[in-house]
């Protein structure tokens, strides 16, 4: 680990060093990912140094147990105790820091939410998810917004797709693709029972043309009027876009510009992003068949977490984590269950690193 921390401050003076020389900052875009690859690095250099200086100072308090005055001796081995400690927190946070790095996670993310079993319920309970999420992406100052959208007269959503942009969002969402479900009474139940519906979440990486080519003969593409619900929004020409992949049979829609061009593009981005998604699956079914375990993904298909509303619970199977603040995570404060969800798979990750 040591060896390698020493390959990483040396990589970081030489990208300091490089981000003072006058013909690298005229180049925008190489500055641009240097400068990126010294934020990253930062962290790590940072840790580093407190952990050397801590060492350093473990090593001088325990040169004072030979020392004379019995205060002095007694000061020192406090001293060593509190180091002791935070050296050993300093150590797991520098194995943190160097676990592989998922290349997607600065990706912004297509946000896909579709009902499942259980009717006009579940799509109420897709538009509350899609309120979720979309409070928290305000709250984490990300921008959010529809890029395809089914709804139903009861003001549920049958299907949405959305596009979230901004720091971090793959690395925040990337764990809640999965079933979501639900138990709650809906406003329609006069015998005041418990219903139990199920939406879908999957989140996809926006892609771009280096990481998912698409060969356009593959494509159908066809334009229609655009609809909103309720006469808004609605278009009076055909700009909505709406394009097959033939091979796999994907369709992809888009309809939230006017402009006909921007809903190809958009739609054409999505659709790079599912088939990117695919093909990702597709490595990742090989690779569990390979070993018949795969740690940290979860089960894509398989129930993630339930929505109890009348004991205000929220479950996450995957790590058995329950929450008491149902009310506070559907308003945005979706942290009260990411953050454990990441917890518990950094430390897989980094039994992996540890052989254990």
Known sequence: MFDKLDEVKQRYDEITSQLSDPEIASDPKQFAALAKEHSHLQDVVNTYTSYTHAQNELAENKALFQDDDAEIREMAKEEVSALEVQLVELEHTLKSLLL????????????EIRAGTGGDEAALFGADLYSMYRRYAESRG????????????????????????????YSSLKYEAGTHRVQRVPETETQGRI?????????????????????????RIDTYR???????????????????????????????????????????????????????????????????????????????RTYNYPQNRCTDHRINFTSYNLDGIMKGTLNLVIDPLHTFYQAEALKALDGT
């Open 142 to 169: 990300w921008k959010i917004g529809i890029v395809s959208i089914s709804e139903t007269d009861q003001r549920g959503i049958k299907e949405v797709v959305a596009l979230i942009e901004g720091k971090d969002v």
């Open 195 to 219: 219903h139990t519906s199920a939406v879908t979440v999957a989140v996809l990486p926006e892609v771009d043309d280096v990481d998912m080519d698409v060969d356009m003969n593959d494509l």
């Open 226 to 304: 655009s609809s909103g619900a309720g006469g808004q929004h609605v278009n009076t020409t055909d700009s909505a876009i709406r394009i097959t992949h033939e091979p796999t049979g994907l369709v992809v829609t888009c309809q939230d510009e006017k402009s006909q061009h921007k809903n190809k593009a958009k739609a054409l981005k999505v659709l790079k992003s599912r088939l990117f998604e695919m093909r990702r699956a597709e490595q990742d079914a090989i690779i569990a068949a390979e070993r018949k375990e795969q740690v940290g993904s979860g089960d894509r298909s398989g129930k993630i």
């Open 100 to 111: 592989p790095k998922d290349p997607l996670d600065d990706k912004n993310i297509f946000l």
